[in-house]
């Protein structure tokens, strides 16, 4: 063994000059078996990126020194870096089972499972990463990544504030414990926070960012426009102020600028991924009589049932339109008035033939949409004739026939980020439940949540026939035999809007950009009233409005 060749190579290596400790180990590691010797020609070998070989030698290293925890930790980086992640992600949990307690190893298993979205075991991984080196700020601040994924913000909270009294200047944490702050609507102090950042760098692009979505959550829409643009002047292109900007734009009706910039969604940071990229996108320029085209769900159920109205839109322009839904709405969806010229099919389902392809929200910025030219008829799906004949004669067999019957709706997805401003709970519509014994209220949810429950065992006036409304086309059959729904901003509200049924939306003071500022009535459905906040949180004002305007409306049915 040439040990001084050796002695020079690793000189080589700890100043950097990676290619000359490369040629003079390669040859001395054919048929070696030095420990030493593959342990340093494997790290070389990484360092120029030759995965291959790195693997080959860390393998043959550990042959001689099973278990070795630096090679071992060093493979696994490799393997990552070759996008060999299982193979990384076994030797981890491998080094973990067989009892190694080093902190840096539970850090890499948790990465590698939050890659393969094993999110809790990721965060038990680093829960027992922070037992062994509780003063690491690395991994407190990793911990509050993983807890963030979870959905757990306020644990999250904790975790980034721990990250930042070990590290006061590190101005990535303090973005994060902004971000964090905003996730659990304290809007106020995410705010205060994202200022103190931006004093110690003002030229911060992903501060400005958050504070332009912050301010929209305050209702302070120009300032965010303006802090939109400064991100952008900063960092030109950057997807998540593109987005942000939209959607303030959208929210004050400014639409025709908002389109451009409102595809920008599939790019940022936490996009959902497009499907259907092997097809060529429609661009709207293109001739598309006699062509086939798919158009996409994307985002949640009531967007889909929002923004269908243009696949008719797209027919009329002389082309065959395939429908890709989620399977709960494809019966529904199969309503539109298209004259045999919609194919709907549910999300999974093979594709056929087609020439081009769109997302459905996309669809407002190729027909350049604005404020005049919103398609809003008054009823653009249908229920199904036979479900709503049968739900007609199961809600006049009853022995009090009501006066009005109303359908309400207090909660969406609870995953939809937008949740804590739009759910509330049952209880909240006790107000309206005594108006008067001549109202019958129909709960249009499928599921609950356990803290309505006992409300709603305690309140057995209110129908709820969840075992009935099995798809979205059992509850428009529903939905069509009632004379009034109201509700939060969920799919069962577009749903009502959709066919035609007057839908009173109950929204928060920052409401979704689709429902626009100061109005009560909404260019997309014209079925609908909206009530609005008064104050931001303040459900119980609203609710009073709510009760005032239906005690109006009975008064007058009872007159006529």
């Known amino acids: 063994m040439n040990n001084d060749a050796i002695a020079q190579a690793y000189l080589y290596f700890q100043h950097g000059k990676l290619e000359a400790a490369h040629a003079i180990l390669q040859p001395l590691t054919l048929g070696a078996a030095d420990f030493n010797l593959l342990h340093l020609s494997g790290a070389v070998a990484a360092g120029l990126g030759l995965h291959e070989q790195a693997i080959d030698w860390y393998v043959r290293a550990l042959a001689l020194q099973p278990g070795d925890l630096a090679v071992s930790y060093k493979l696994g980086r490799v393997f990552y870096d070759a996008g060999r992640r299982t193979e990384a992600l076994s030797l981890y949990l491998q080094l973990i089972a067989s009892g190694v307690q080093h902190a840096d190893i539970y850090v890499a298993a948790a990465l590698l499972l939050q890659d393969a979205q094993r999110n809790d075991e990721a965060l038990q991984t680093l829960e027992h990463a922070l037992r062994l080196a509780p003063q690491n700020v690395e991994i407190w601040y990793r ?102 900007l939209a959607l303030t734009s959208l929210t004050l ?86 004259s045999g010229r919609i194919q709907v099919i549910a999300v999974g389902d093979a594709i056929p033939r087609v020439d081009l392809q769109l997302p459905l929200m996309s669809l407002p910025g190729v027909f350049s949409t604005t404020l005049e030219t919103i398609p809003s008829r008054s009823a653009y799906l249908q229920a199904d ?31 939809n980020h937008n949740d804590r401003r739009r759910s509330i709970p049952l209880e909240a519509f006790a107000p309206l439940l005594a108006v008067s014994e001549d109202i019958e209220f129909i709960l249009l949810q499928p599921e609950i949540r356990q803290s309505d429950e006992a409300f709603l065992q305690a309140n057995p006036c209110i129908l709820w026939p969840a075992p009935q409304l099995r798809a979205f086309d059992d509850t428009a059959a529903l939905v069509a035999n009632l004379d009034l729904v109201i509700g939060v901003d969920t799919a069962a509200i577009h749903l009502a809007g959709a066919l035609g049924v007057p839908v009173w939306v109950m929204l928060s003071k920052a409401a979704d950009w689709r429902w626009f500022l100061g109005r009560s009535d909404s260019p997309w459905y014209p079925s609908a009233s909206l009530f609005r906040q008064a104050i931001a949180d303040d459900w119980d004002e609203l609710v009073g409005r709510v009760r005032q305007a239906l005690t109006s409306t009975l008064a007058k049915i009872n007159q006529s």
């Not at 807890?147 to 504030?161: F, V």
């Not at 973005?175 to 702050?181: R, V």
């Not at 004949?389 to 969406?412: D, E, F, N, P, Y």
């Open 143 to 244: 911990h509050a990544v993983a807890l963030g994924r979870l959905q757990r913000h306020a644990d999250a909270l904790h975790s980034i504030q721990q990250a930042i009294s070990l590290a006061p200047d590190n101005l990535q944490y303090r973005l994060d414990l902004a971000l964090t702050l905003y996730r659990l609507h304290r809007n106020e102090d995410a705010l205060l926070c994202i200022d103190q950042l931006l004093s110690a760098a003002p030229n911060a692009a992903d501060a400005w960012a958050c504070r332009a979505a912050v301010l929209s959550r305050l209702c302070r829409y120009e300032e965010s426009i303006a802090c939109s643009e400064k991100a952008l002047a900063l960092q030109p292109g950057d997807a998540d102020s593109n987005v942000n």
């Open 253 to 338: 009706g400014r639409l025709d600028s908002a389109w451009p910039l409102y595809e920008s969604r599939w790019q940022g940071e936490l996009a959902d991924p497009a499907r259907h990229q092997d097809i060529p996108r429609w661009n709207g320029s293109d001739e598309v009589e006699g062509k086939t085209i798919l158009l996409w769900a994307e985002q949640g159920l009531g967007d889909t049932i929002h923004f269908c109205r243009y696949a008719q839109q797209v027919v009329e322009l002389g082309a065959l339109v395939v429908l890709e839904v989620p399977a709960t709405l494809t019966a529904l969806m199969e309503t539109l008035a298209s």
């Open 385 to 415: 004739t036979s479900k709503q004949a049968q739900w007609q004669v199961s809600l006049t067999q009853k022995k009090h026939q009501h006066v009005m019957r109303i359908g309400i709706v207090c909660s969406g997805n609870a995953g």
